[in-house]
Every structure is written in C-alpha cells, then in structure tokens.
C-alpha cells in the first residue's frame, strides 16, 4: 500500500478496528450484505426486512488471500472482491472435519465509475489480505519466521511419484490455492534420479525464497543433500522448504499436518492442508541427522534410518507402486508370512531429560562457550569469511538476498532480531565444538549405551512423528525436539504381536501394547552394526550400501514451511 493513500484498516466507519461496507451478491444484484473487517475476522450478514438473518463471521486464520478484478461482462460498471477461506468443516460422506474451501465473493457498484468501483474493490482486497497475513495460525510457545511477501517459489515435482500422479494432483488442487494466495511459482518436473540433487546444488538460491517439493519423501531427500554439498551449505541450508504429498508415504507431509494440531488427514484433504499452510508461508526449524557410512560417505537425514522389517518393506514394496500407499500393506503381509531376523550390534548416546519450562516460555540463548549443536565442521567445509567490500567478489561471501529471506516472528508477534554471523560455523554450528560420533573403526565412548542383544526384526531410527501417512510412530515427535527416536525389536517376537504393533501403530498406540520385544529410547546418536551378512538399510526410505553405518542428530539445521 503506498503512503499517499489513506490505510482502510484505519478507515473504520468512525469505529476503531472496524472497516464497514454494504456490497450486492456477485450473481444477484437484489441480494445486499453488510461486510465488517475487524484484525481477526470478515462477518457477512444478509440484510433482509425478514427475522433472523443470517451471520456468517470467516476467521482470517483460514483465509489464504483476497483478489479485486472486474466483473466478465464490460458493460458491468461494478467491480468485484472474492476472498478465499479454508476453514475445517465437517466431511461429506465420513465422520470429522477437514479443510475446504469457501469463496466469498461481493459486487462493489457505489458509483457509475468502474475505475472508482475498482479501486474500492482492491481497496477491501488489500485490507483482507494484509489482516489475514498477521492472522497465521500460530502454536503458542513456537517461534516462527515467515517467507518473504511476495515470495518466490521453486516447485519440484516429480511425475513418477506414488501411482505417477503428482503432476495432476499438482494442477488440480494446489495450482489454483497458490493462485488465490497470489504465490508465484515456477515448476520443475525432474526427469530422473538425482535431477533435484544436482539443480539445487548449482542453482543460484538467491532468486528463490522457498523450495517446494510435490512428491513423496524422496525427492526432499535429494534437496537436502543437494544444499549440503554446497560450498555455500550452511546459507543454503537455510532456504525454507515445503512438503506436498504426492508420493506413496507421505511421511514429513503428514507429520507436517500433525504438528500444526489439526485433526488427521488422508490423501487430497492432507495435500489440501499442506498446501494451505505454504499459502499462509510460517516457517519453522527443523532437525538433520547426518548419516556416516564405512565408504565414508555422508548423507543427511530428515526423517529416518531404517534396518531389517521395516526397510525389507519399503523396499520390496516398490513392486507394488501402481496400487499408492496401500503397497506399504500389502509389502507387510508378505513379509510377515517370512519374517527374518537380522544379526548386529546396537549402540546409542542417550537423551539426558532436562527440567520442562512453563508453558509459554522461550528456552534462552547460551554464549558459545555453552554449546548447543553438534559440529559438522570436523567434516565439512567451514572457514572464516574475511571482512570484504561490498565490490569484493568471494565464493565464501554468504551476505546475500539469501540472508534476508524471512522475519523471524514468535506467537504473540514479537520481534526476533538476529545478527549475521562472522563465519559459516557461527550461526548455527560452532567451530569449537565436537563431533559426537567418533571414527566407524573406533569403540563408542563411554558415555553410550550398548544393546545386549544381537537378534532384531528391525530397528528404526525416526525424527519425525510419522513414518507414513498411517503410521503414527513417534506421538511426541516435533520437527525440531533435537531428539532420534530409536525403536527396535528384538528376535522372538510372534507375527501376529508385530502386526497387533503395526495395526496400533495407525493411531500412535503401540507404545501402549505392552510388547517386551519393543525397545524405544530418545538419542542423540547412534550405531549400528549388522552381522548378517544380506540385509538392507535405508535413509529417508532410499536404499544405502548394507554395512556399518552411525548417526548424528543436528537441532534446528533446516528450515520447513509448517503450521
């Protein structure tokens, strides 16, 4: 909104924090309604000579944007205002609530001059728009940071994901939100393995202010490791980055859905919420694991690492891809009638539970001399940038857009400030500190703890609170605890007991079965050995080399567009 005009926000009818305006029904000039705008909500109201009319009050939480635009007839002096909601509303044909859309649109006729009539229209856009922008819905105690206002979106999508339909559930249900947000997007179909990997590791990040993926968790798995094999990865780490489910599992979008306290959602409700939250553009932090292999390869996790039935599921499931996130059932009865057990060795750096605040309140800030974050710099590169010129050109010089991406905001609006970082490691990851894993060729410390057992049907290493759309693994499970949730399961288990675990497992209660087998542990790392000498370990559901692998989890590394 430029200075010269008057802000309608302010322009309340001679009432403060109300905005007022009568308006026709967009098909029916003889219908009138009565519009209110307050910071919170639009109010419609019928006027009618008639008792009991008719209020309906939208919440600006579920508005995702508001456009002016003339009517199609151009003889039509009017012009129009149309303001899209997706409130949760009960379901058609099945119990509870979802999102849908809800699309209101006025017909502004107050004089015979259609540019005043627009104008008047866009008017009422803007003051929609910019109310329903400070109306996210936000958690309490959850600090955010928002994308950048108009912001730029890269969209990934991947046309071979789940049963091949992510480019038509792309076109059919998300194109259209980001257009009544007023998103700009370009889209990127990627056209074989690793396509994602390689474009965002030599892209020019500056030009983006979110990355999208539209597929299954996969595809996010490239990205991230994409960023981090940057010579700038910790800058570009940083870049917010969304998740739209369009893959078999589904698992960061519906962990994603979970975490904004939404009641649960499956297939297009789930894409619907998840695209509603990147229309709204809160962003919060999120942990990575990194991943050690014995051919020294490093991978970086956001979501799991997988040995024995469940990753014998995943994989072998994919045979069964053509039928969508049903394979992962049909992949576990096969499994089940023959069911294996594996041969390692299991260790673990646990989890040393701190006192909980009080709810509402912000965990302090420590000095370096108090470190927080594991290192990657015993591995990565991380240098100091000198002090430069602006005209000074320097590979290492992250001082870009790039920094300016987002606001940092917490749940009651207050601002955040940050200072920039001296050098690569500060912001995030300090030089100082250590490494927790040691070399694969060493014994673990001290400190850790050793598993006396060395028959598994499976051991599961997850960040996230969901392993799929209808696994609901980790109930306590946040984006960025700084916690690997470490279950196993050990030899003598009956197959109908690990099926009774999976069943519960669909609505968070297998903690609850009081299974002896079942072994859960919060960490911060981890090692695991196989004996057995077939077998297979998956990242992020995508097979590794089988051997020797450790891990490491890094609090708040990325950034993820959540709500």
């Given at each position: 909104?430029?200075?010269?005009?008057?802000?309608?926000?302010?322009?309340?009818?001679?009432?403060?924090?109300?905005?007022?305006g009568?308006?026709?029904?967009?098909?029916n000039?003889?219908?009138?309604?009565?519009?209110?705008?307050?910071?919170?909500?639009?109010?419609?109201?019928?006027?009618?000579?008639?008792?009991?009319?008719?209020?309906?009050?939208?919440?600006?939480?579920?508005?995702?944007?508001?456009?002016?635009?003339?009517?199609?007839?151009?003889?039509?002096?009017g012009?129009?205002f149309?303001?899209?909601?997706?409130?949760?509303?009960?379901?058609?044909?099945?119990a509870?609530?979802?999102?849908?859309?809800?699309?209101?649109?006025?017909?502004?006729?107050?004089?015979?001059?259609?540019?005043?009539?627009?104008?008047?229209?866009?008017?009422?856009?803007?003051?929609?728009?910019?109310?329903?922008?400070?109306?996210?819905?936000?958690?309490?105690?959850?600090?955010?940071?928002?994308?950048?206002?108009?912001?730029?979106?890269?969209?990934?999508?991947?046309?071979?994901?789940?049963?091949?339909?992510?480019?038509?559930?792309?076109?059919?249900?998300?194109?259209?939100?980001?257009?009544?947000?007023?998103?700009?997007?370009?889209?990127?179909?990627?056209?074989?393995?690793?396509?994602?990997?390689e474009?965002?590791?030599?892209?020019?990040?500056?030009?983006w202010?979110?990355?999208?993926?539209?597929?299954?968790?996969?595809?996010?798995?490239?990205?991230?490791?994409?960023?981090?094999?940057?010579?700038?990865?910790?800058?570009?780490?940083?870049?917010?980055?969304?998740?739209?489910p369009?893959?078999?599992?589904?698992?960061?979008?519906?962990?994603v859905h979970?975490?904004?306290?939404?009641?649960?959602?499956?297939?297009?409700?789930?894409?619907?919420?998840c695209?509603?939250?990147?229309?709204?553009?809160?962003?919060?932090?999120?942990?990575?694991?990194?991943?050690?292999?014995?051919?020294?390869?490093?991978?970086?996790?956001?979501?799991?690492?997988?040995?024995?039935?469940?990753?014998?599921?995943?994989?072998?499931?994919?045979?069964?891809?053509?039928?969508?996130?049903?394979?992962?059932?049909?992949?576990?009865?096969?499994?089940?009638?023959?069911?294996?057990?594996y041969?390692?060795?299991?260790?673990?750096?646990?989890?040393?539970?701190?006192?909980?605040?009080?709810?509402?309140?912000?965990?302090?800030?420590?000095?370096?001399?108090?470190?927080?974050?594991?290192?990657?710099?015993?591995?990565?590169?991380?240098?100091?940038?000198?002090?430069?010129?602006?005209?000074?050109?320097?590979?290492?010089?992250?001082?870009?857009t790039?920094?300016?991406?987002?606001?940092?905001?917490?749940?009651?609006?207050?601002?955040?400030?940050?200072?920039?970082?001296?050098?690569?490691?500060?912001?995030?990851?300090?030089?100082?500190?250590?490494?927790l894993?040691?070399?694969?060729?060493?014994?673990?410390?001290?400190?850790?703890?050793?598993v006396?057992?060395?028959?598994?049907?499976?051991?599961?290493?997850?960040?996230?609170?969901?392993?799929?759309?209808?696994?609901?693994?980790?109930?306590?499970?946040?984006?960025?605890?700084?916690?690997?949730?470490?279950?196993?399961?050990?030899?003598?288990?009956?197959?109908?007991?690990?099926?009774?675990?999976?069943?519960?497992?669909?609505?968070?209660?297998?903690?609850?079965?009081?299974?002896?087998?079942?072994?859960?542990?919060?960490?911060?790392?981890?090692?695991?050995?196989?004996?057995?000498?077939?077998?297979?370990?998956?990242?992020?559901?995508?097979?590794?080399?089988?051997?020797?692998?450790?891990?490491?989890?890094?609090?708040?590394?990325?950034?993820?567009i959540?709500?």
């Open positions: 909104m430029e200075n010269s005009e008057p802000d309608p926000s302010r322009q309340r009818n001679g009432v403060v924090g109300v905005l007022y009568e308006f026709t029904d967009a098909l000039d003889r219908v009138r309604y009565s519009v209110s705008l307050t910071e919170s909500a639009l109010t419609v109201q019928r006027i009618s000579s008639s008792p009991g009319r008719t209020k309906v009050v939208f919440n600006l939480t579920d508005c995702v944007g508001c456009r002016a635009h003339r009517g199609p007839d151009g003889a039509d002096v012009a129009y149309t303001a899209y909601f997706y409130p949760f509303k009960r379901r058609w044909m099945s509870g609530v979802a999102r849908q859309k809800v699309e209101q649109c006025f017909r502004v006729a107050l004089v015979q001059d259609p540019l005043a009539n627009l104008q008047e229209a866009e008017r009422w856009a803007r003051a929609i728009r910019d109310a329903s922008v400070l109306q996210a819905p936000r958690r309490d105690g959850v600090v955010y940071a928002e994308v950048r206002r108009p912001c730029r979106v890269m969209i990934l999508v991947n046309p071979q994901s789940g049963r091949g339909q992510a480019l038509q559930l792309f076109t059919g249900h998300v194109q259209g939100m980001l257009t009544e947000a007023a998103v700009p997007y370009t889209l990127v179909i990627t056209e074989h393995q690793n396509h994602a990997r474009l965002v590791r030599k892209a020019d990040l500056s030009q202010d979110a990355l999208v993926i539209m597929s299954g968790d996969g595809l996010l798995f490239e990205v991230i490791n994409g960023l981090m094999e940057r010579e700038d990865w910790q800058e570009a780490i940083q870049t917010p980055l969304g998740i739209l369009g893959g078999s599992g589904n698992a960061l979008a519906a962990s979970h975490y904004s306290q939404s009641p649960p959602a499956w297939n297009e409700e789930l894409l619907l919420s695209g509603f939250m990147l229309c709204k553009g809160l962003v919060g932090s999120m942990d990575l694991v990194s991943i050690h292999l014995a051919s020294r390869q490093r991978l970086f996790s956001f979501l799991s690492l997988a040995w024995g039935f469940v990753a014998d599921v995943d994989m072998e499931s994919e045979k069964y891809r053509h039928v969508g996130a049903i394979r992962f059932l049909m992949g576990t009865l096969v499994r089940l009638a023959s069911l294996r057990v041969q390692g060795r299991l260790a673990y750096l646990p989890v040393i539970e701190e006192p909980k605040l009080p709810k509402g309140s912000i965990k302090a800030h420590h000095p370096p001399s108090t470190p927080q974050h594991p290192s990657l710099c015993s591995s990565l590169p991380c240098r100091l940038i000198p002090n430069t010129s602006p005209n000074q050109n320097s590979r290492h010089n992250h001082n870009s790039n920094s300016n991406r987002y606001t940092i905001t917490n749940s009651s609006n207050n601002a955040i400030t940050t200072k920039r970082p001296e050098t690569q490691c500060e912001s995030k990851i300090r030089p100082q500190e250590e490494s894993l040691p070399g694969l060729d060493q014994p673990v410390p001290e400190s850790w703890t050793v006396r057992e060395e028959d598994f049907v499976l051991v599961l290493a997850i960040y996230q609170s969901h392993l799929a759309e209808d696994l609901w693994t980790v109930p306590g499970a946040m984006a960025d605890d700084g916690v690997i949730h470490l279950f196993y399961v050990t030899a003598g288990i009956s197959r109908p007991a690990l099926l009774r675990l999976f069943l519960a497992m669909e609505k968070g209660g297998h903690l609850a079965c009081g299974c002896p087998h079942l072994v859960y542990e919060k960490v911060k790392a981890l090692r695991l050995e196989p004996i057995s000498p077939q077998g297979m370990i998956t990242v992020d559901g995508e097979m590794v080399e089988y051997g020797p692998v450790q891990a490491q989890i890094h609090p708040g590394l990325a950034r993820l959540c709500g």
